[in-house]
C-alpha cells in the first residue's frame, strides 16, 4: 500500500556532504525539507494564531496526542471533525504520541508490555495507553503524520533499562504499524514514523534502528535525546544512526534544538525538527539571532531603539524598538511575549529557508562553518 | 492662535436628534467621529499589537501619563522621539492626565492647590505632579490631544468635597490652559481639553461646564463618571451637561462604557469614548455581540464549533469556534485573551462605524432602539 516516492522526494544532496534538500507530501499539502515544527502542544503555538504562522510561512505544525487527549479531550475534537478544523489550520500536522510526556510529566506511571497505565498531570485521574489507543486517538485527530508510542529512556540510563525500552519501543512498534495498517489509516493519508531509542549506547542505537528500519514506517525519528545528555553525547547518538536509515524516508531529530544545533544536525542529514525553543525562550524574553541570544530585560537596551535583529524582516523588528519590547516585558504586558515569540519562530522557520537555500546552492559546508562562527556556536570547533 | 475649524467638523447633526457625525482633525491624521479609544494604558492596548488595531480599524490610541511617567519614565520616550514612535503607532493619540490614577491607585496622596504628592503604585517613591507638570509631560509624550490635571471625585461624595474639586478642576485647568499657552503646545499641534467635574450635583456640573467653557478649551469632556454611580445617574449627569457644551468642540465621555451605553450617549450628542471593558473582559472570556455578552467559558460552548459572533467578520471569528476560544481559555492559553479581546476591540470599532452610518442616514433614534433591544440592555426603555 504504502508508496513512498509520495511522502518523501529527494530533491538533492549536498555535493560532498550528507545535507538533503526534499519534500515531504501531505493531504494537506507539500512542506519543503529540511523544515523546522512550530510546537502547539495544546494546539497553540503559545502566544501565536494560525494567521501568525501562516504570515510566518511555516508549512506544518506540530501538536501532541497525550495532551489534547487528557483537554479537550477526544470528543470534541472527533465532533470538530479532527484536529486540523479543531484549531483553524489548514496544513500539515504532526502529532507526538505522548510517550515522552507520560514518562516525563506525570507523578505515577505502571509501564508493562501491554501499555502504559499513569495519572493526568491535570486532575490525577487514571489512563491506561497502549499503542493501539495512541493510533486511534490519532485517527481521531487526522494528523498527517504520526508518531507510535515509544519508551523514552531518561538520562542518565543504565544499559538495562535502556536495552529494555529499545526492546519494547520495536514491540509497540510492531504492535504500532498493524494497527495503523488494519484500521485504514494509511488510506486516510496518514504517515507513520517510528523511533529509535538506545539512550548513550552505540550498539543499542544500532539495534533499534535496525529493528525499525526492518519494521519499514514512513519516516524514521530518532528520540531520547535533548533530554539532560551533553550535546556531544547528543551528536555522537546522531552519527552513530544516521548513516543507516533509508535515503528514501524522512529524518527526524526530536525536540531538538537551538539554532546552531538544528544547523549541524541538517548537515549531518536530518530533515525534520521541532522544539518549544523559540517560544519558550520568546516567553522569558531571550530572542534569537545570527549573532547569539539577546536577553530583552537587561539594562543595556533600556534605551537601544533599534530592532530586535537588524537582520530580521519580521513585524516585531520592522515595527517596535528593544526599548519597546523591554518596556513591555517589565510592565507585564503580554504583548511581549507575543512579539518576542513571533521574532524567534519567525527566526527558526527562516532559518530553515536559509538552510534550504544553501543546500540548493550546493555547498552547505561553507554556510554551515559561516553560520556556527557567527553564532559564536561552541560546535563551531568541531566542524 | 486656536483654529477649532481645523480641529473638530461638524458634519451632519442627525435630523430631530442630538447625535453628531463629525471629524477630528490631528496632525497624525483624521478622526472620524463619533469613536472609540482603545486603551493602551502603558503604551500598548493589552495583547494586542499595533497591528492588530491597523488592521481592526482604530483611528486612535488612548494612553495614560500617569503610567508612562512611571515606567518607563519620561527620559525613555523623548529619547525614542514621543510616543508615537516609541510604541510604533503613526496614528492620533490622547493621553489621560493621571488624575483619575493619583485618586484610583496610589494608597497615599497629599492634594493641594499647587499639586498633588503621591506614593507610586509600583516602588512606593513619592512623586509630586502639578498641572504645569503634566502639560510639560505631555509636551515630551507628543500626544495629539492632552488631558489637564483634574480633581476627579470618588463616589459617593458628599457635596462639600465635590465643591471642592469643581473649584480645583477649574483653577488648575486654568493654569494648565496658560502653561499649555505659554510653552508652545498648540503650535507644535497638540490639542487641550478640560474635565468636568461635579460627581452627581447638578449645580455643581453645571457650574463647572460654564467655568470650563469660559476657559474656551479644545475639546470638552465629561470626567468623574463611571466611578461607581448608578447608570441612571451617569446619564443625568451627561444630561445636565451635554447641551451646555460649544457646538464646535469635541465632547468625550470619560471611561463609557458598556455597548448599550455608548450607543444611548452618542444619541445624547457625545463624540468620543474610552473604556478598558473590551480588553478587560477579553481577557476574563467575556465577549461582546449584538444580542449582548457570551462568557466562553461556560459549558454550553464546549462543543459549539459556531464563531464567537456570526454576525462578525474579524479573524477571531472566521477562523476560529467557540469551542477552541473556550479550549484556550480552560488551558490557560494566551492565545485565548488575545482571540477574545481582537473581537471586543474590533467589535467596538465596528459598532462606532455603524453609529456613524445610521447618522448619515438621518435615523438615529431608530438605530438606537433597534440596537438597545436586541442588545437587551435596560437603556431600552428610556428611549
Known amino acids: 500500500m504504502s508508496d513512498q516516492k509520495y511522502f518523501y522526494t529527494l530533491l538533492k544532496q549536498d555535493r560532498g556532504g550528507t545535507a538533503r534538500r526534499g519534500v515531504v507530501h501531505t493531504s494537506h499539502g507539500d512542506i519543503q525539507a529540511p523544515f523546522f515544527m512550530p510546537v502547539g502542544t495544546k494546539a497553540t503555538v503559545k502566544t501565536l494564531s494560525q494567521e501568525d504562522l501562516r504570515a510566518i510561512g511555516a508549512e506544518i505544525e506540530l501538536s501532541n496526542t497525550y495532551h489534547l487527549f487528557l483537554r479537550p479531550g477526544c470528543d470534541i475534537i472527533q465532533r470538530a471533525g479532527g484536529l486540523h478544523k479543531f484549531m483553524g489550520w489548514d496544513r500539515p500536522i504532526l502529532t507526538d504520541s505522548g510517550g515522552y510526556q507520560v514518562f516525563s510529566l506525570t507523578d505515577w506511571r505502571k509501564l508493562t508490555d501491554e501499555g502504559v497505565e499513569f495519572q493526568s498531570h491535570i486532575d490525577g485521574l487514571k489512563h491506561f495507553l497502549t499503542p493501539e489507543r495512541v493510533m486511534d486517538i490519532q485517527t481521531v485527530l487526522g494528523s498527517d503524520m504520526v508518531m507510535p508510542l515509544d519508551e523514552c529512556s531518561p538520562y542518565p540510563c543504565e544499559r538495562a533499562p535502556a536495552e529494555e525500552a529499545v526492546r519494547r519501543t520495536a514491540l509497540w512498534a510492531k504492535r504500532t504499524k498493524a494497527h495503523f495498517e488494519k484500521t485504514g489509516m494509511r488510506e486516510r493519508g496518514q504517515h507513520l514514523f517510528s523511533i529509535v531509542q538506545g539512550s548513550v549506547y552505540q550498539d543499542l542505537r544500532e539495534r533499534s534502528a535496525r529493528e525499525l528500519i526492518d519494521l519499514d514506517t514512513d519516516g524514521y525519528a530518532i528520540g531520547g535525546v535533548s533530554v539532560g545528555e551533553t550535546v556531544e553525547e547528543m551528536f555522537k547518538v546522531l552519527s552513530w544512526v544516521i548513516g543507516m536509515l533509508p535515503r528514501d ?27 518549544v525553543v523559540p517560544t519558550r525562550y ?34 516585531t523588528c520592522r515595527n517596535y524598538s ?10 507585564g504586558e503580554v504583548l511581549g511575549l507575543r ?13 530553515m529557508a536559509r538552510i534550504r537555500r544553501a543546500i540548493e546552492a550546493g555547498d552547505y559546508a561553507a554556510f554551515e562553518k559561516d553560520f556556527l562562527s557567527r553564532y559564536g556556536s561552541p560546535l563551531a570547533e568541531r566542524v
Chains 1, 2 share one sequence.
Open 339 to 351: 512579539l518576542a515569540a513571533y521574532h524567534n519562530v519567525h527566526y527558526y522557520v527562516r532559518l
Open 249 to 275: 524516508r524522512p529524518r527526524y531529530f526530536m525536540g531538538i534544538g537551538m539554532p546552531d544545533q538544528i544547523v549541524k544536525a541538517v548537515g549531518m542529514g536530518i530533515d525534520m525538527f521541532d522544539t
Open 322 to 331: 528593544r526599548a519597546y519590547i523591554r518596556h513591555l516585558f517589565n510592565a
Open 282 to 315: 520568546g516567553r522569558y524574553g531571550t530572542c534569537f539571532t545570527d549573532r547569539g541570544q539577546i536577553v530583552i530585560r537587561n539594562g543595556q537596551y533600556k534605551e537601544d531603539f533599534s530592532p530586535l535583529d537588524s537582520e530580521c524582516d519580521c513585524p
